[in-house]
């Protein structure tokens, strides 16, 4: 089956842009979406598509896409935004499956 | 408000059975494809079933294929996981999320959008 890889952690300085990547052979043939999610809370839906933020996400969030990479880019990283991060897609290796990144761990210094 | 809230998580032996609702409200559940996810202590998130609106199509990791069955109920705006022969590594918050499929000039994509608070099963003797 398909794999996702993500670093596991990134820092950025407050107000500072920071690109989190998400890898695999799956992203060639779709959108990855991402979720944000805190200590103890569920993940939220964060960016989706090609580069779509469901409603009360702030714009500073945004996504793009190259070949096999996946990114989400936080411009002007608050503090609130310290929180992992993860990618899905679907399986593309012929398996119905559903694919997530190991999850990336933002801190905001 | 689109709600969607599981339930039926507790502690069970290894070898044992548990099951999972997750009820939905705020939106028309009979339209929409749902998913369980779920996330052992301090690991990543692991997606373990789909089922589509209907019922008919069904999918599952394979972690837990031939183990977990999942199924919905419509009428009652409800989701279900029936978790068999449960093992340790199954210990994990499980969430159901709704699932989103749209299409793009470049082709279909999927998301899921609405996320439940989660249910924790341990299993544990």
Redesign the interface.
């Known amino acids: 089956?398909s794999e996702l890889t993500q670093d596991p952690a990134v820092s950025v300085a407050l107000g500072q842009t920071v690109r989190i990547t998400c890898q695999g052979d799956s992203l060639r043939?779709?959108?990855a979406?991402w979720?944000q999610?805190k200590p103890g809370?569920?993940?939220?839906?964060v960016i989706?598509?090609?580069n779509n933020r469901?409603s009360g996400i702030p714009d500073r969030f945004s996504g793009s896409s190259s070949g096999n990479t996946a990114s989400l880019t936080i411009t002007g990283a608050q503090a609130e935004d310290e929180a992992?991060y993860?990618c899905?897609?679907?399986d593309s290796s012929g398996n119905?499956?559903?694919?997530?990144?190991?999850?990336t761990k933002l801190t905001v210094l | 408000e689109v709600q969607l809230v599981e339930s039926g998580g507790g502690l069970v032996q290894p070898g044992g059975s548990l099951r999972l609702s997750c009820a939905a409200s705020g939106f028309t559940f009979s339209s929409y494809e749902m998913?369980w996810?779920r996330q052992a202590p301090g690991k990543?998130?692991?997606?373990v079933s789909?089922i589509s609106s209907s019922g008919s199509t069904i999918?599952y990791?394979?972690s837990v294929k031939g183990r977990f069955t999942i199924s919905r109920d419509n009428a009652k705006n409800s989701l279900y996981l029936q978790m068999n022969s449960l093992r340790a590594e199954d210990t994990a918050v499980y969430?159901c999320?709704r699932d989103?499929p749209?299409e793009?000039p470049?082709?279909?994509?999927?998301?899921?959008?609405v996320?439940?608070?989660?249910t924790t099963v341990t299993v544990s003797s």
Do not use: C, I, T
């Not at chain 1, 119905?96 to 999850?103: R, S």
């Not at chain 2, 990543?44 to 997606?47: F, I, K, N, S, Y």
């Not at chain 2, 470049?106 to 959008?113: E, L, R």
């Not at chain 2, 996320?115 to 989660?118: A, C, D, I, P, S």
């Open positions: 089956s043939s779709y959108y979406s979720y999610q809370q569920a993940p939220v839906l989706y598509g090609k469901p992992d993860y899905n897609s679907r119905p499956h559903v694919v997530f990144g190991g999850g | 998913n996810v990543g998130l692991e997606w789909y999918y990791a394979d969430y999320a989103r749209a793009s470049n082709g279909w994509y999927y998301y899921m959008d996320w439940g608070k989660g």
